[in-house]
């Protein structure tokens, strides 16, 4: 498809330019290589899970 098969010829209605979306900036994030290993029975790793997702704020 082409620009001259548009109703409306002017191309900054179009792709990229026509876009509402701008990118402003692109960065990639840095590894995380923190680990745990937890060991226990399934209700102790279970509150210890629930206490780390409290703690790092995701809960």
């Known amino acids: ?3 001259n098969q548009f109703p409306d010829k ?3 209605m179009y792709g990229l330019n026509g876009s509402p979306t ?8 840095e590894a995380n290589t923190d680990r745990e290993t ?6 102790e790793l279970s509150q210890k899970l629930a206490r780390k997702l409290q703690e ?4």
Request: charged share 35%; aromatic share 12%; hydrophobic share 45%.
């Open 10 to 12: 002017d191309e900054k």
């Open 22 to 29: 701008r990118v402003l900036r692109i960065f990639s994030l």
């Open 38 to 43: 937890w060991r226990g029975s399934s209700d």
């Open 56 to 59: 790092l704020k995701f809960v």
């Open 1 to 3: 498809m082409s620009l």
